[in-house]
């Protein structure tokens, strides 16, 4: 069982920056592949980013590269998205979600096994 707990998000203006924690439970962490994905109003859940098990490979959805950062630090069980230059359309609720069957990046909601409650980001305009 892995238990993921998002933090870090809240209200921030445009251009601004917010810093996304994601702090996970169990032995598996280091091995799994993690991500990002974001659910605005009425919209599907949406990819935003991915890291592989040693932070050595990454992906990033077209609306985000360039401007957001993903990292992990495995001896803190924790993965992180460094969001700058913030737009008003980046607005969601964001999740981190665990993929135990892979240490590779993954782009695929269905290729995680396990999510976190979900964090609050907001970009006034």
């Known amino acids: 069982q892995v238990q993921l707990v998002e933090s870090g998000g809240g209200l921030v203006q445009a251009g601004g920056s917010l810093r996304l924690s994601c702090a996970a439970s169990g032995r598996t962490f280091s091995s799994s592949a993690m991500g990002w994905f974001r659910q605005a109003p009425g919209k599907e859940r949406e990819f935003v980013s991915t890291?592989?098990?040693?932070?050595?490979?990454?992906v990033y959805a077209d609306s985000v590269k360039g401007r957001f950062t993903i990292s992990r630090d495995n001896a803190k069980n924790t993965v992180y998205l460094q969001m700058n230059s913030l737009k008003p359309e980046d607005t969601a609720v964001y999740y981190c979600a665990a993929s135990l069957r892979s240490p590779k990046p993954r782009t695929q909601r269905g290729d995680y096994d396990y999510w976190g409650q979900g964090t609050q980001v907001t970009v006034s305009s």
């Open positions: 890291i592989n098990w040693n932070g050595g490979n990454t």
